[in-house]
């Protein structure tokens, strides 16, 4: 739900400039480890392509892959 405020608030559909901090804070997760075992689960089950970004400027991104039915 925090990926989904954070696409929101920016007015992005698929892809998604995040932090950890910003999805910590509202997702109410406490630490580093769990925020990155939660977007590797996501990632597993194919919701979300995440990029992680290791530079301090910049922000990184999750693209969601929604699923349509034909």
Do not use: W
């Amino acid at each position: 739900m925090a990926i989904l405020h954070l696409g929101y608030r920016q007015g992005h559909k698929s892809v998604i400039k995040v932090s950890r901090s910003k999805i910590m804070a509202l997702s109410h997760v406490s630490t580093l480890p769990t925020c990155h075992n939660y977007f590797k689960k996501l990632q597993d089950f194919e919701y979300i392509k995440y990029t992680p970004s290791y530079h301090p400027g910049y922000n990184s991104e999750v693209e969601l892959k929604i699923k349509r039915e034909a």
